[in-house]
C-alpha cells in the first residue's frame, strides 16, 4: 500500500498561510501517483475527519466551503508530493490536517472519506486571533 508522510503544518496569526506537503512513495509494482486520487482531510477535537480538498485523476479538483479561506490543492508528480496551499486563514481551521489517497480509474474524483485506503499520521496546523 502507497505510504504518505504530511508534513508542513505550524502555528501563526489568522490571516496568515500555510502551505502542507504530502510525499508518497511505496506504490505497488507498476502504480504511480498518476494512478492514484487523494485529497487533504482534516480533523479538529471532538469533530469528525472531514474533506478540505480533494484531487482526481486528470487533475479535476473538488473543495469543501470554506468561505473566505482560499485553497489550493496541487500536485508534482515528479516528487511524489501532493500540497494544500492555504490563505486568509482563521482560527476555526485549527486542526490536524491528514493527506490522503486511493487507487482510483482513470477521470475519477473519490469524494468519500471511507474510501480512501492510505493515511498520513497528519501535522498539526493551529492558527491564533
Known amino acids: 500500500q502507497v505510504q504518505l508522510v504530511d508534513s508542513g503544518g505550524g502555528s501563526l496569526q489568522a490571516g496568515g498561510s500555510l502551505r502542507l506537503f504530502c510525499v508518497a512513495s511505496n506504490y505497488p509494482h507498476g502504480l504511480y501517483m498518476e494512478n492514484y486520487c487523494m485529497g487533504w482531510f482534516r480533523q479538529s477535537p471532538r469533530k469528525e475527519r472531514e474533506g478540505v480538498a480533494l484531487w482526481g485523476r486528470g487533475g479535476r479538483t473538488s473543495y469543501a466551503d470554506s468561505g473566505n479561506v482560499r485553497f489550493i490543492i496541487s500536485q508534482d508528480k515528479p516528487r511524489n508530493t501532493l500540497y494544500l496551499q492555504m490563505h486568509s486563514l482563521k482560527p476555526e481551521n485549527t486542526a490536524m490536517y491528514f493527506c490522503?489517497?486511493?487507487?482510483?480509474?482513470?477521470?475519477?474524483?473519490?469524494?468519500?472519506?471511507?474510501?480512501?485506503?492510505?493515511w498520513g499520521k497528519g501535522t498539526q496546523v493551529t492558527i491564533s486571533s
Open positions: 490522503a489517497a486511493v487507487q482510483c480509474r482513470r477521470w475519477q474524483l473519490i469524494q468519500s472519506r471511507a474510501d480512501f485506503t492510505s
